[in-house]
Antibody, heavy 121, light 106 residues
Framework: QVQMVASGGGVVQPGTSLRLSCAASGFTFSMSGMHWVRQAPGKGLEWVAVIWYDGSKEFYSDSVKGRFTVSRDNSESTLYLHIKNVRVEDTAMYYC??????????????WGQGTQVTVSS | DIQMTQSPTTLSASLGDTVTITCRASQNIDGWLAWYQQKPGKAPTLLMHRTSTLESGVPSRFSGGGSGTEFTLTIRSLQPDDFATYYCQQYDSYISFGQGTKVEVK
């Protein structure tokens, strides 16, 4: 069955960098658009980024553009999110999710369990 | 960017009630709307897409409707498992979510 296991979160200091990973299995990863969605404590869902099935295009929300970079390794069925210069407001649960089209403008049919990022000095 | 606005923010209801959540888009999204359910401490799960197409395994007491900029999620005969937070999401232009509606026990 579809499984996505996110990792790499933890407690980090402001201004540092962080890389989140999402290991996928149970579906053809190389054909799926992959997204990161975050949820701050007690808040709603915020779409963060998407990368096309082949890695050829990436799109970001305005709130993270310039600091976040999404990438993927189709040979390892793994999605990444690199966050630089982390801020307190980046504190959230980060979910990876797969879409249904491969090119990002789609609904999210499966989600990973999330990895918690806490930014604190 | 397309903004999604849900109402109400919180909805208090009893078992067996029928409830409706509204989702409004800042522009026409041509029915490219999905609904998710999220329970505390869990990832969201997809309930339906394309406004009203239920995902496999989703009970028929859930239904979706609407067009243009206004959409609804209706839950008939609320069951204990339905108390959760619900989010709409447009996928006409990239992706954006509504702020969520918590359905709580009255």
């Amino acid at each position: 069955q579809v499984q996505m296991v996110a990792s790499g979160g933890g407690v980090v200091q402001p201004g540092t960098s962080l890389r989140l990973s999402c290991a996928a299995s149970g579906f053809t990863f190389s054909m799926s658009g992959m997204h990161w969605v975050r949820q701050a404590p007690g808040k709603g869902l915020e779409w963060v980024a998407v990368i096309w099935y082949d890695g050829s295009k990436e799109f970001y929300s305005d709130s993270v553009k310039g600091r976040f970079t999404v990438s993927r390794d189709n040979s390892e069925s793994t999605l990444y999110l690199h966050i630089k210069n982390v801020r307190v407001e980046d504190t959230a649960m980060y979910y990876c999710a797969k879409d249904t089209t491969g090119t990002g403008t789609a609904y999210l049919e499966d989600w990973g369990q999330g990895t918690q990022v806490t930014v604190s000095s | 960017d397309i903004q999604m606005t849900q109402s109400p923010t919180t909805l208090s209801a009893s078992l067996g009630d029928t409830v409706t959540i509204t989702c409004r888009a800042s522009q026409n999204i041509d029915g490219w709307l999905a609904w998710y359910q999220q329970k505390p401490g869990k990832a969201p799960t997809l309930l339906m897409h394309r406004t009203s197409t239920l995902e496999s395994g989703v009970p028929s007491r859930f239904s979706g409707g609407g067009s243009g900029t206004e959409f609804t999620l209706t839950i008939r005969s609320l069951q204990p498992d339905d108390f959760a937070t619900y989010y709409c999401q447009q996928y006409d232009s990239y992706i954006s979510f509504g702020q969520g509606t918590k359905v709580e026990v009255k």
